[in-house]
């Protein structure tokens, strides 16, 4: 019984740092991704296509 | 044993969750209105990053690029949406590394934005390069 309970410690005391570290550093993967679906939200890109849905890019904005 | 190696299972487990969530907290009501704000604004904006007016900073952020590029009369407005733009994507790297329990990430979330805006552009609009110099896409 003692046995278990210091091989659990020891699991413990490996695996929780990494938890901790994991919680640390910067996510870049997942910050690429969340960067990816504001933009494509904000300049209305849609799936499968690099472009916004309207061009306004070829005319004027109204009014002006 | 048999409960030993439940227990090293069940931390394997933790860990692997713990890896796996790591997609970023987004879902936020100030995100949310950030983003309506800045893609109601897209629409006035678009067209001047087309002429190359305006363009995206290697910060981030966007700025004048080429002022003869928009009328006399219509310069000052498109100076206030470049600043109110830039207000609200500040704003929108703040709040996204505060929703996620880290401020400090801030220029980090900054940084890859700058990237991601650049690699998502249409070709044409201006864009600064890692030294600050405009590009052309």
């Known amino acids: ?7 659990g410690l020891l699991t413990a005391i490996v695996v929780l740092p990494a938890c ?18 504001i933009i494509d939200e904000v300049w209305q890109i849609k799936k499968g296509e690099q472009k916004p849905v309207d061009q306004p890019a070829d005319q004027p904005a109204q009014g002006k | 044993m048999k409960k030993l190696l439940f227990a090293f299972l069940a931390l394997i487990l933790t860990t692997s969750v713990f890896a ?24 006035q904006l678009a067209s001047h990053y087309a002429s ?20 006399l009369a219509q310069r000052q407005g498109v100076n206030g949406l470049v600043s109110a733009e830039n ?24 940084n890859t934005f700058a990237q991601r ?9 201006w864009y600064q390069d890692a030294g ?6």
């Not at chain 1, 901790?20 to 679906?37: H, M, Q, R």
């Not at chain 2, 700025?63 to 590029?69: C, G, I, R, T």
């Not at chain 2, 207000?87 to 900054?110: C, F, K, M, Q, T």
Request: charged share 20%.
């Open chain 2, 132 to 137: 600050g110099g405009w590009v052309k896409k």
């Open chain 2, 20 to 43: 796996a969530g790591a997609d970023l907290e987004i879902n936020t009501p100030a995100i949310a209105s950030l983003k309506a704000s800045m893609q109601a604004r897209h629409g």
């Open chain 1, 1 to 7: 019984m003692k046995r278990i309970f210091y091989a």
């Open chain 1, 20 to 37: 901790v570290t994991i919680n640390i550093y910067f996510p870049a993967a997942a910050a690429e991704k969340a960067a990816d679906k």
């Open chain 2, 52 to 71: 190359g007016a305006v363009g995206l900073t290697r910060d981030g952020l966007v700025a004048m690029h080429d002022a003869n590029a928009v009328p």
């Open chain 2, 87 to 110: 207000g609200d994507r500040n704003a929108l790297y703040r709040e996204i590394a505060v929703a996620n329990g880290h401020p400090e990430w801030e220029s980090e979330v900054r």
């Open chain 2, 117 to 125: 805006w650049v690699q998502k552009a249409q070709g044409g609009w």
